[in-house]
């Protein structure tokens, strides 16, 4: 764009100047002509009139200065108003040209603001060209794009807001009409019995909990969320990891007669940089989630630790009552619950997958899950191996 400017520029000062230039030769060459020829012609026919013997030699005298300067004077006179009316035109084309090169293309940029601004987010500038004014075009159609994403993100922000709204409100409602309910049986004496209160109480307690836990995530997830965790990475060996998680799981699981395996593969060291406290957040999501959905007599929960050339893979299946094919993907979404049920508080709030993905996201990560109904899930999750490891 700049040289396009620069060179029209330089044309329009040089081309007029070339063309004074040219014509003021030819307008002196030819007046010279012409005014010599007329000379010659009035000596020539005074020399045959007084029958000089050597008129022709005068012939080629040249015309005296003053007439020739007049000649020259109103000669330049007459072409300076058509040199005048040539640079007008010349400059009016160049005009021309640099409102077609930059004012035309600010105004479709004009009319593209006032259509965002109008929140029409899918106007397009047609423009084709690859100079600075297309780059700008470029970057203003980026610009749309993103905001026309950003609309659509904050669009479902607010939908997503809307549902935790509504979900939260479902999920601390149960809790607490349970804990009133209860609450009001002992103070009417409808528990009349030692043992009677006890259960109520214990009930109440129960309640009181599930809503704390369903509390604490929320607000973890809400970190999450505007990245306010302060992850604290240190180098750890997977297996031995794993090993003392072990023993935690192992002792809660089996005493509701499930079964816990973990399966190593014969990896010896797996170096990976995470943060303790919160891969095992993950973890007892995971297992809490499969522990919820078990229904089997010979229920049991394998943990499996695999590699790949960049990654270890951490995959805890269940053989419970498994997830449809259509619902499978859905269920890392924030509330979401397989059973289309939300009126059994013991299955969980419906956010510990969230909160896993979130949290394996962070470390670099991915989570996924494969189920089969009648048979069981699975779920993995990938970290990223140590550079010494690699």
Known sequence: MKKKILMSYIIL?????LLFSIAGFFIMHEVRQDINQEFRQDINQEFRQSNFEERGTSSYRLAPKGVF?????????????????????????????????????LGEMKTAVNAIKDNKLDYEIDYKGKDEIGEVFLAFDEMRQQLKKSKLIQKQYEQNRKNLIANISHDLKTPITSIKGYADGIIDKVANTPEKIEKYSRTIRAKAQSMDSLINELVMLSKLDVDKIDFKYEEVNLVEYLKDCFEEWHYIIESDNMLLSVEFND????????DREHIKRVMNNIIGNAVNYLNKTNSKIEIILMQNSLEYILTIKDNGKGISKGKIEYIFDRFYRADDSRNNPTEGSGIGLTIAKEIVEAHGGKIWAESDLGIGTSISFSLRKTEETI
């Open 13 to 17: 000062i040089i081309v007029p100047y």
């Open 69 to 105: 300067e007049s000649r020259i004077r109103d000669r330049f006179l007459r072409t300076g108003a058509l040199s005048f009316i040539l640079y007008t035109v010349i400059h009016l084309i160049f005009i021309s040209y640099v409102i077609r090169l930059i004012i035309k293309p």
């Open 267 to 274: 990896i010896k060291e797996a170096k990976v940089s995470i």
